[in-house]
């Protein structure tokens, strides 16, 4: 097995941005539980996101989310996430809140509808310019709850045709990023329920068209890891949205109902290539924190992607092409569950410690006053929510 010190490279090489809305209120379609100190504004959630970076190093960009982080001045935001040292990172194109996409969005028969969708995803693509951003991701809520409710296949032409305008209207550094999920808010048919279908459409649109793997989104059983080698294998895998999945989308923290999966899906990253020097995929984690504490849940979660991302960086590669070129089932095995079981939290206590960074970043986090101080000085205006 390698050494810890041999793997510190490619761990250095691990990004992972945080997603705004994991700072405001949020719950179930029952109760959204208020907490004290939640941001006000994307400033406010900006801040927040810094907070995690400072404590882990992992995490240098924030996601957001329009028009639930819609501002004035998208360049004052860019400055001010500069200056708190992360950046903007991916944003989110949001078409399941508005009335008029009841029956769906881009896939819509409505013409003026889709006109509609389409011109809020190029907006997107402004606010981009502006904050400097390279993804703009897209998840849909299109789908049908009834067979017959419409055709299906029409709806995959209007989407290819949506998502060809969308596209025309990024840069030349700039992708997009298409995201399936197999169920919700439909229930018989989505329109883009899988990661095939998503390839299908990125292929058609160019190079600059990658998918989304978000890990809430796959039937029970599905075998996550070979989705990711597959993706990667074909150049396509654009980026993760990370959460857990004990049941279906959750979006509590990741690894958090599964470590070993997590372990698995990114050994295949490092296997294929994903976490190589200039790699493109961006880890994200799409989460909402209902009844813990919003920063350190955050901390948690990244420090379990690069938890499992040691351990992944840790398999003896060679003994293990080795053991699978000799048939030998159980010395493969063994390899694997070998990597799997290091317990690598000193070692990376160690690596944050020579890096200026809390050993325990959570602990630090608890000490450093930040959780009283946005509990005195948030007070007034509106609190950010699922929604705003
Ligand atoms: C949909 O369930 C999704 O995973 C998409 O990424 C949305 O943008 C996000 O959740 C909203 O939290
Ligand atoms: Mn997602």
Same mark, same amino acid.
């Given at each position: 097995?390698?050494?810890?010190?041999?793997?510190?490279?490619?761990?250095?090489?691990?990004?992972?941005?945080?997603?705004?809305w994991?700072?405001?209120?949020?719950?179930?379609?029952?109760?959204?539980?208020? @907490?004290?100190g *939640?941001?006000?504004?994307? !400033?406010?959630?900006v %801040?927040?996101? &810094?907070?995690?970076n400072?404590?882990? #190093?992992l995490?240098?960009?924030?996601?957001?989310?329009?028009p639930?982080?819609?501002v004035d001045?998208?360049e004052?935001?860019?400055k001010?996430?500069e200056g708190?040292g992360?950046?903007?990172?991916t944003?989110?194109?949001?078409t399941?809140?508005d009335?008029d996409?009841?029956l769906?969005s881009?896939?819509?028969h409505?013409q003026?509808?889709r006109?509609?969708?389409?011109?809020?995803?190029?907006?997107?693509?402004?606010?981009?310019?502006?904050?400097g951003?390279?993804?703009?991701k897209i998840?849909?809520p299109?789908?049908?709850?009834?067979?017959?409710?419409?055709?299906?296949?029409?709806?995959q032409?209007?989407?290819?045709d949506s998502?060809?305008?969308?596209?025309?209207?990024?840069?030349?550094? @700039?992708?997009? *990023?298409?995201?399936?999920? !197999?169920?919700e808010? %439909?229930f018989y &048919?989505?329109?883009?329920?899988d990661? #095939?279908?998503?390839?299908?459409?990125c292929a058609?649109?160019?190079?600059?068209?990658?998918?989304?793997?978000d890990?809430g989104?796959?039937?029970?059983g599905?075998?996550?890891?070979?989705?990711?080698t597959q993706?990667?294998?074909?150049?396509r895998?654009?980026?993760?949205?990370?959460?857990?999945?004990?049941?279906?989308?959750?979006?509590?923290?990741?690894g958090?109902?599964?470590?070993?999966?997590l372990?698995?899906i990114?050994?295949e990253?490092?296997?294929g290539?994903?976490?190589?020097?200039?790699?493109?995929i961006?880890?994200?984690?799409?989460?909402?924190?209902n009844i813990e504490?919003?920063?350190?849940?955050?901390?948690?979660?990244?420090l379990?992607?690069?938890?499992?991302?040691a351990?992944a960086l840790?398999?003896?590669?060679s003994?293990?092409?080795?053991?699978?070129?000799e048939?030998?089932?159980?010395?493969?095995?063994a390899?694997?569950m070998?990597?799997f079981y290091?317990?690598v939290?000193s070692d990376?206590?160690?690596?944050?410690?020579s890096?200026?960074?809390?050993?325990?970043?959570?602990?630090?986090?608890?000490?450093?006053?930040?959780?009283d101080?946005?509990v005195?000085?948030?007070v007034?205006?509106?609190?950010a929510?699922?929604?705003a």
């Amino acid at each position: 097995m390698p050494t810890f010190a041999e793997i510190e490279g490619a761990l250095e090489r691990l990004a992972i941005e945080v997603p705004s809305w994991a700072y405001g209120n949020s719950g179930t379609r029952f109760k959204v539980f208020a @907490q004290p100190g *939640v941001p006000r504004d994307p !400033f406010e959630k900006v %801040a927040d996101a &810094a907070e995690v970076n400072r404590h882990t #190093g992992l995490a240098q960009s924030i996601a957001l989310h329009i028009p639930w982080d819609e501002v004035d001045d998208f360049e004052r935001l860019r400055k001010f996430a500069e200056g708190l040292g992360v950046r903007i990172g991916t944003i989110n194109t949001n078409t399941f809140q508005d009335d008029d996409y009841k029956l769906g969005s881009l896939c819509h028969h409505d013409q003026g509808v889709r006109a509609k969708a389409i011109a809020h995803m190029r907006r997107c693509v402004d606010i981009m310019d502006a904050t400097g951003s390279r993804d703009l991701k897209i998840w849909l809520p299109d789908g049908t709850n009834y067979p017959g409710q419409a055709d299906l296949r029409d709806r995959q032409e209007r989407l290819a045709d949506s998502l060809a305008q969308v596209y025309a209207r990024l840069g030349p550094h @700039q992708r997009l *990023v298409l995201e399936y999920k !197999f169920f919700e808010p %439909a229930f018989y &048919a989505t329109d883009v329920p899988d990661w #095939g279908t998503a390839y299908v459409h990125c292929a058609a649109l160019g190079d600059r068209a990658v998918v989304c793997l978000d890990t809430g989104h796959h039937a029970p059983g599905t075998n996550i890891e070979f989705i990711v080698t597959q993706l990667l294998r074909l150049g396509r895998l654009g980026a993760f949205d990370f959460n857990s999945r004990f049941y279906a989308d959750d979006d509590l923290m990741v690894g958090a109902a599964d470590p070993f999966q997590l372990f698995r899906i990114m050994y295949e990253v490092v296997r294929g290539g994903g976490l190589d020097e200039g790699s493109q995929i961006c880890f994200m984690l799409d989460q909402c924190h209902n009844i813990e504490e919003k920063i350190p849940a955050q901390i948690r979660s990244v420090l379990n992607v690069q938890e499992m991302t040691a351990r992944a960086l840790l398999v003896d590669r060679s003994a293990l092409a080795a053991a699978e070129l000799e048939g030998d089932v159980l010395g493969a095995s063994a390899v694997m569950m070998d990597a799997f079981y290091t317990d690598v939290r000193s070692d990376l206590a160690e690596w944050r410690s020579s890096r200026g960074l809390p050993s325990d970043p959570v602990a630090a986090y608890r000490c450093s006053g930040y959780a009283d101080r946005i509990v005195v000085e948030r007070v007034g205006g509106t609190q950010a929510g699922w929604g705003a």
